[in-house]
Antibody
């Protein structure tokens, strides 16, 4: 069984920045693609972005709604996934989950961390 | 992006009775590799999503066999044979055939 634990959420003003972390354990973190998925209040789940695995040089991809504002990265030594969120907007308010990609599916999710963008 | 449409959005059920949720996509979900990457997730109140079904009908280990998935192409169904109290929550379908991955709106299952 593996675990994903997000942290770093909180209240931030519009235009501000926040960095979320996702600590992974119980599997070889470097081998897997990892995604960020969010859920705004009362809305459907939304894919935010992806970090490919080590073989793919941890390259990232982003949803159009966050491209050029969010940056996804990893720290191999800490088995941790990050998303640096800049120029935050009220519509970025959501619970942010990290999830492990198991080839066309998500084999596990973290518990989520709440980000609130409000003045 | 592929649009996933679930119905109903709210499903009041009687304990012990069956329940069925529909998920439709606006494009075929058959991948060029022959697989259909249609998943179902359960979100109990206050919890994160938990995968129930992947590739249309494959049930995760630990998922009760009262849950089953079926369908093909653009039309999919999640069925609960006999609803139990622990089944209340929101059920979402997700396609991973086309990029980006997209989700249905979620169906809230509640006890009558």
């Amino acid at each position: 069984e593996f675990h994903l634990v997000e942290s770093g959420g909180g209240l931030v003003q519009p235009g501000g920045s926040l960095r979320l972390s996702c600590a992974a354990s119980g599997f070889n973190f470097n081998d897997y693609y990892m995604d960020w998925v969010r859920q705004a209040p009362g809305k459907r789940l939304e894919w935010v972005g992806r970090s490919r695995n080590k073989i793919k040089n941890y390259t990232a991809e982003y949803a159009a709604s966050v491209k050029d504002r969010f940056i996804i990265s990893r720290d191999e030594s800490r088995n941790t996934l990050y998303v640096q969120m800049n120029s935050l907007r009220p519509e970025d308010t959501a619970i942010y989950y990290c999830a492990r990609d198991d080839g066309g599916t998500y084999g596990g999710w973290g518990q989520g961390t709440l980000v609130t963008v409000s003045s | 992006d592929v649009v996933m449409t679930q119905s109903p959005l709210s499903l009041p059920v009687t304990l012990g009775q069956p329940a069925s949720i529909s998920c439709r996509s606006n494009q075929s979900l058959v991948h060029s590799d022959g697989n259909t990457y249609l998943n179902w997730f359960q979100q109990r109140p206050g919890q994160s999503p938990r995968r129930l079904i992947y590739k249309i009908s494959n049930r995760d280990s630990g998922v009760p066999d009262r849950f089953s998935g079926s369908g093909s192409g653009t039309d999919f169904t999640l069925k609960i044979n006999r609803v139990e109290a622990e089944d209340i929550g929101v059920y979402s379908c997700m396609q991973a055939t086309h990029w980006p991955r997209t989700f249905g709106q979620g169906t809230k299952v509640e006890i009558k």
